[in-house]
């Protein structure tokens, strides 16, 4: 079955990426080697987003990067690629977008688990080949865990100003991605597109 065979290449990659070692192209899905080059560019480009706007106005001008800007880079790229690029989290500010499906939540359950139990979190990752109603999909996704500046917006809401509670609360009437912990499981990068016959 070719979703157990590319969760045993993962296992593997991954101990020995966490491990410091290094794994040949040749023997990844040149699937997987995509999706992980569109992960590092979200993360990258909405990291250098967020940075710039906190260090321009601080933390309510990161609020609207995470609401215009993540969508649209997650847009681009997927237009870009082929593939539906997207974030989907544990607990969500915008159920428009961040939802995850029955297939994430087992994936976020896993990556959980795998931090709790110390991998690092740049291994916690995984690429399957799944079987769905429409037909076979490749599907990717990468652990985001919580950083410590992650926590302004994140963190508990008692610590927040009264004008970042003010706009979180306006522009996220549902939000329920709050009280998060340094190094918890925020949620993931997701991709998914459908798979070439075989």
């Given at each position: 079955?070719?979703?157990?065979?590319?969760?045993?290449?993962?296992?593997?990659?991954?101990?020995?990426?966490?491990?410091?070692?290094?794994?040949?192209?040749?023997?990844?899905?040149?699937?997987?080697?995509?999706?992980?080059g569109l992960v590092d560019r979200f993360h990258q480009e909405l990291a250098g987003k967020l940075t710039a706007a906190v260090a321009e106005g601080g933390p309510l001008l990161a609020i609207d990067v995470c609401k215009v800007e993540a969508p649209a880079i997650a847009s681009r790229l997927s237009r870009e690629s082929g593939w539906q690029v997207k974030r989907v989290g544990t607990r969500v500010r915008n159920p428009v977008?961040?939802?995850?499906?029955?297939?994430?939540?087992?994936?976020?359950?896993?990556?959980?688990?795998?931090?709790?139990?110390?991998?690092?979190?740049?291994?916690?990752?995984?690429?399957?080949?799944?079987?769905?109603?429409?037909?076979?999909?490749?599907?990717?996704?990468r652990a985001i865990p919580v950083a410590p500046q992650c926590l302004v917006c994140h963190g508990e809401r008692g610590v927040q100003s009264e004008?970042?509670?003010?706009?979180?609360?306006?522009?996220?009437?549902?939000?329920?991605?709050?009280?998060?912990?340094?190094?918890?499981?925020?949620?993931?990068?997701?991709?998914?597109?459908?798979?070439?016959?075989?």
């Open positions: 079955m070719r979703h157990a065979k590319w969760a045993v290449w993962m296992l593997a990659t991954a101990a020995a990426l966490g491990a410091g070692g290094a794994v040949a192209a040749e023997e990844a899905p040149p699937a997987l080697i995509e999706a992980q977008t961040g939802l995850p499906d029955a297939w994430e939540q087992q994936q976020l359950a896993d990556f959980a688990r795998r931090l709790g139990a110390g991998e690092p979190p740049p291994s916690v990752a995984t690429y399957a080949e799944v079987e769905e109603p429409a037909g076979r999909v490749q599907r990717y996704m004008e970042l509670q003010a706009l979180l609360a306006r522009e996220y009437p549902h939000d329920r991605a709050l009280g998060y912990q340094p190094g918890e499981l925020r949620g993931a990068f997701s991709l998914r597109r459908p798979a070439p016959a075989p």
